[in-house]
């Protein structure tokens, strides 16, 4: 498929995700609530003021997501999270299932959008009693065949993050979706490194999953600053997701790589900038390029001229603004004759000139 065909819009709660729609930002809490319901809060709060249109939740806890085990293929690994097993990791980064009602109930009160990413079955039947208006499949989740098929029977907006998924996987995800009657699905480019390098993005990729699976499509970000997501909105992307805490001083299992208040507000401003940028593409020219033209050259009387004289490249020249006849027309006109006396700084035009 080389053509990116007309794709339907999705609707999750009151915003919109579509070809002529903003892009959606989601904040991304994660575990940077610390294991602090008061500090949960106070990132939802956040979250708001700093211009997202919704928060993001993770609906597991260690013992549905992993086993307690110190085998070695259930250790953490070199990166971020060094010397811990999965088990031990997840105990610390899951948000407690009682709190999640009730931020939900706070994001509902002040206007923001609160949804979760289950990683089972029981995760599903509970966010469903939350009523929760979309979901979110996890990277490393994208290949749960069974959990995709619950979630899509639900009928509710899926979103999808691409990180560790081949072709396969997601033709595969999105055909069960397909199969389960459910065809509101959008797929984030991802690279699951935490913090993920510049390098390593591939932030072309956005088009290349829009013209290959003709979905809407977005970004799930890692990286430090801003400039991936801005660019990613500049390529494509309607829907980019970054993680969001208070203060990285605070620490935290995803603290290194998340966005404070302040740098996220910025983000936001700079993509809402960057759309009105961007245009329609259209090269027709428009009443504002008309009146902009007025700074542009045109034809002027640049020495007295007497009604019968010449014109010559003495009396005649091209200079700003462009009020007069255009400056094409300087060659035809030199050696003909002026119809009228014509004083200096006049604007040149067709009934001065004895054609």
């Not at 610390?92 to 109930?105: G, H, M, V």
């Not at 007025?294 to 009387?301: C, D, N, P, T």
Request: a negative charge; one cysteine or more.
């Amino acid at each position: 498929m080389d053509q990116i065909k007309s794709i339907p819009d999705i609707q999750i709660g009151n915003k919109t995700i579509g070809e002529n729609s903003p892009a959606f930002i989601i904040a991304e809490m994660s575990g940077n609530h610390n294991m602090d319901y008061s500090r949960a809060e106070e990132i939802v709060y956040a979250a708001k003021e700093a211009g997202a249109d919704a928060i993001k939740l993770q609906t597991y806890t260690a013992d549905t997501i992993t086993l307690d085990s110190d085998r070695a293929c259930f250790q953490t690994g070199d990166g971020l999270w060094k010397g811990q097993t999965l088990y031990e990791l997840y105990q610390k980064a899951y948000t407690p299932w009682e709190w999640q009602p009730k931020l939900k109930e706070l994001a509902d009160k002040i206007g923001l959008i609160l949804f979760s990413s289950p990683f089972d079955p029981t995760s599903v039947d509970f966010l469903e009693e939350m009523d929760v208006p979309a979901y979110k499949i996890a990277s490393f989740e994208i290949t749960d065949i069974p959990l995709i098929k619950k979630i899509a029977l639900l009928g509710k907006p899926i979103i999808f993050s691409t990180g560790v998924a081949s072709m396969g996987d997601i033709d595969l995800a999105l055909s069960t979706c397909r199969e389960a009657g459910n065809d509101q699905t959008i797929l984030l480019k991802c690279t699951s490194q935490y913090p993920a390098p510049y390098e390593n993005m591939n932030l072309s990729a956005v088009k290349t999953l829009q013209r290959c699976f003709q979905c809407n499509c977005g970004l799930s970000d890692h990286t430090l600053g801003d400039e991936v997501a801005v660019a990613g909105v500049a390529l494509g992307a309607k829907v980019i997701e970054k993680h969001f805490t208070l203060k990285r001083a605070d620490g935290g299992v995803d603290s290194a790589f998340s966005m404070e208040k302040e740098e996220f507000a910025a983000m936001v401003q700079k993509i809402r900038n960057v759309e009105k940028a961007i245009g329609t593409g259209d090269l027709r020219f428009t009443s504002q390029m008309e009146c902009d033209r007025g700074g542009a050259r045109s034809l002027f009387v640049c020495k007295e001229i007497k009604a019968g004289e010449a014109f010559t490249e003495e009396n005649i020249r091209s200079v700003r603004p462009g009020i007069g006849m255009p400056p094409r027309y300087l060659e035809e006109i030199l050696g003909k004759k002026a119809t009228r006396d014509l004083e200096y700084a006049k604007p040149l035009e067709k009934g001065d000139v004895a054609w």
